[in-house]
């Protein structure tokens, strides 16, 4: 249903945080996230602690869902900060979603700093019954 495709993720985040700074190139940080089925739905959290509702963005292009959300900083420019490790700017990620989720009715919520997401499973992907035919008027062959 879900692929995780980023690794090196915690590794990439570390790096980030060392060799980033002001006036240098950095990519949007992933955001740690959840995802599990619960009954015909798969739900993913992300972690968005700080970051206002109207600075995050949800697309789904084809089978992948993007989400990006900015932490902004909450001070004025005569503030002289003494320690800052609570990470600022954009933080992203995607998800590509199998053809077993219905992308047309993701249902979003955001709140205590957790955007949750709802993805119904697609009808086509529950389990259903099949009914058995019985063979038991057919006439059967004979062999002489």
């Known amino acids: 249903m879900l692929m995780r495709t980023d690794p090196f993720r915690e590794l990439d985040r570390l790096a980030q945080q060392f060799f980033s700074g002001p006036g240098t190139w950095s990519r949007p940080t992933p955001m740690p996230m959840d995802a ?4 015909d739905q798969f739900v993913v959290e992300f972690d968005l602690p700080g970051v206002t509702p109207d ?9 992948v869902l993007t989400v990006k959300a900015e932490r902004r900083p909450n001070r004025t420019d005569d503030v002289e900060m003494q ?11 995607q998800l590509f979603l199998g053809d077993s989720l219905d992308v047309e009715r993701i249902k979003a919520d955001y709140d205590s700093g957790v955007l949750t997401l709802r993805i119904p499973i697609a009808e086509k992907a ?5 009914a058995i035919g019985h063979t038991d008027d057919a006439p059967k062959e004979i062999n002489a």
């Open 36 to 39: 599990y089925r619960a009954g």
């Open 83 to 93: 320690l800052s490790e609570r990470p600022l700017g954009v933080f992203s990620r």
């Open 55 to 63: 600075a995050i963005d949800l697309d789904v292009e084809r089978n």
């Open 126 to 130: 529950k389990p259903r019954k099949i």
